[in-house]
């Protein structure tokens, strides 16, 4: 899995050039940091929808918490927030997705 790091969004003026901060996803999945403001951005340029799933490792009084998933459209981009309830033990999300092909993704730290 890649690490994938915060790119700032400043919301006191400014521009964020995101596609520029986009990484491609990896095929075994990478790790995104988790926290108040953060989102992970999902840019899907293949020719059918893709589904990027986050890993929720806790429970409720024992019972697991379903995942999250943000399935995106063919040439579209989709936006989840990365909240803390998706930190695993290394303090970072497990992110995986369906296709990887001319999908690019990156974490967005908003009022940063």
């Known amino acids: 899995m ?7 969004v400043p919301v006191d003026g400014g521009l964020v050039d995101v ?8 095929v075994s999945g990478d790790t995104a940091p988790t926290g108040p403001g953060r989102f992970l951005y999902v840019n899907n340029a293949s020719g059918g929808a893709v589904t990027a799933t986050i890993a929720t490792p806790g429970t409720v009084s024992g019972l697991d918490v379903e995942n999250a998933a ?25 992110v995986t997705y369906s296709a990887v092909t001319t999908v690019t ?8």
């Not at 993704?105 to 940063?112: D, M, Q, T």
């Open 70 to 94: 943000l399935v995106v459209p063919a040439g579209k981009h989709g936006l989840i927030p990365l909240s803390r309830v998706f930190a695993g033990a290394t303090g970072r999300a497990a």
């Open 2 to 8: 890649a690490a994938l790091n915060v790119t700032a």
């Open 105 to 112: 993704v990156a974490v967005l730290e908003l009022g940063a």
């Open 19 to 26: 596609a520029a901060a986009a990484v491609a996803a990896t």
